[in-house]
């Protein structure tokens, strides 16, 4: 297979500036407010977003350790920030991966030219943006659905380990 090659169309800006201190999901990071900067040449395909109420954006973890190469018998685990237990990969949302990308679902506030402001933003500050799709209700909500091992977390340890205030391993 041949290589991949992603550029950025954007940047995304937040107040997040520690990866120790970046909640671990958009809803961890409820109000935190930060623009995505559309690079010029992409700024014609943001017609019509405004009419979305939540975007998703799909990013490059720049900061994060990524799993590879993949040497026979290194283990594809990571332990993610809500158990202890060390989990596949692909069984968590860990940024360290073998391709660090990162997806979360914001909320639009407002468009301005090739600017979005959004809210609910859990991404560090400089984080190269990949690609924007809209959030569709009709197309991307499932109901009755499994959360594996993530079932089995209380709501005070996601609270706490979540928006990573402390960390209380």
Not at 8 to 22: D, K, L, Q, R, V
Not at 57 to 72: G, Q, T, V
Not at 125 to 140: M, N, Q, R, S, W
Request: charge should be negative; include cysteine; hydrophobic fraction near 35%.
């Amino acid at each position: 297979m041949d290589k991949l090659v992603l550029e950025p169309i954007g940047i995304i800006h937040s107040p997040h500036t520690e990866e120790s201190a970046t909640p671990i999901q958009p809803v961890c990071a409820e109000g935190t407010r930060g623009r995505v900067e559309v690079f010029p040449q992409y700024n014609e395909g943001l017609d019509g977003v405004e009419g979305f109420s939540h975007l998703h954006l799909i990013y490059w973890f720049h900061r994060a350790e990524r799993l590879r190469p993949f040497p026979e018998g290194q283990a594809l685990k990571v332990v993610p920030y809500l158990d202890d237990v060390p989990r596949g990969v692909f069984a968590t949302r860990s940024p360290r991966r073998p391709n660090p990308l990162g997806l979360s679902l914001v909320r639009l506030v407002e468009r301005r030219g090739a600017e979005l402001i959004v809210e609910d933003l859990d991404v560090l500050d400089g984080t190269p943006l990949l690609d924007i799709k809209p959030y569709v209700e009709g197309f991307d909500l499932r109901l009755g659905t499994r959360g594996g091992w993530t079932e089995n977390v209380s709501e005070e340890t996601f609270r706490r380990r979540g928006t990573r205030r402390r960390d209380e391993r």
